[in-house]
T-cell receptor
Framework: GAVVSQHPSRVICKSGTSVKIECRSLDFQATTMFWYRQFPKKSLMLMAT?????????EQGVEKDKFLINHASLTLSTLTVTSAHPEDSSFYICSARDPSDSGSTDTQYFGPGTRLTVL | GDSVTQMEGPVTLSEEACLTI???????????LFWYVQYPGEGLQLLLKATKADDKGSNKGFEATYRKETTSFHLEKGSVQVSDSAVYFC?????????????FGTGTRLQVFP
């Protein structure tokens, strides 16, 4: 199956700083990636849909200026949490579909997640 | 809008017990249905899926059948193991377009004891 990686796996930062999280599709090209946030013992909340070469589509209630998404290439999307605060501490997960896999175009493959802790 | 409802957990079982985790959905079209599993400290992994009515998805001893008449996709396993302890998410996706979202249920935590 398709492989999606994330970096870093864990990050601790001070309040007020910015943190960048990378999401890569390792063996396929992804024109669309998705960014989720997962709160403890809760389900995944879709934050935004990242589109290669164009602006991301944000879900209602997600601050665009707070969570900057850049999909610079067909294998890389980045999420930057700007001016992070303790309430931004969470588990951030990305996913992507492999459009070349005719049998699984409806399947999203998830990265292992990034745990962000803001002190 | 489309939605997924899962039974609340945690589900606590002894090893070799039978498992059923209920999942029902609401959708305007004919979505694809998925079960994802999340092991402690890890991201989500696709467990199984079904793309049309009466399809049965299966993997690692788990099964789920796409029931259009009852709008359900219950997850079952005949004999669970300690290593099955994880959080299980039911999800649906329209799937016709590359940008289609996955809609998740709230997740059900399974705890299996020896």
């Amino acid at each position: 199956g398709a492989v999606v990686s994330q970096h870093p796996s864990r990050v601790i930062c001070k309040s007020g700083t910015s943190v960048k999280i990378e999401c890569r599709s390792l063996d396929f090209q992804a024109t669309t990636m998705f960014w989720y946030r997962q709160f403890p013992k809760k389900s995944l909340m879709l934050m935004a849909t990242s589109n290669e070469g164009s602006k991301a589509t944000y879900e209602q209630g997600v601050e665009k200026d707070k969570f900057l998404i850049n999909h610079a290439s067909l294998t890389l999307s980045t999420l930057t949490v700007t001016s992070a605060h303790p309430e931004d501490s969470s588990f951030y997960i990305c996913s992507a579909r492999d459009p070349s896999d005719s049998g699984s175009t409806d399947t999203q493959y998830f990265g292992p997640g990034t745990r962000l802790t803001v002190l | 809008g489309d939605s997924v409802t899962q039974m609340e957990g945690p589900v606590t079982l002894s090893e070799e017990a039978c498992l059923t985790i209920n999942c029902t959905y609401t959708a305007t079209g004919y979505p694809s249905l998925f079960w994802y599993v999340q092991y402690p400290g890890e991201g989500l992994q696709l467990l199984l899926k079904a793309t049309k009515a009466d399809d049965k998805g299966s993997n690692k001893g788990f099964e789920a059948t796409y029931r259009k008449e009852t709008t359900s996709f219950h997850l079952e396993k005949g004999s669970v193991q300690v290593s099955d302890s994880a959080v299980y998410f039911c999800a649906l996706s329209d799937g016709r377009y590359n940008t289609d979202k996955l809609i998740f249920g709230t997740g059900t935590r399974l705890q299996v004891f020896p």
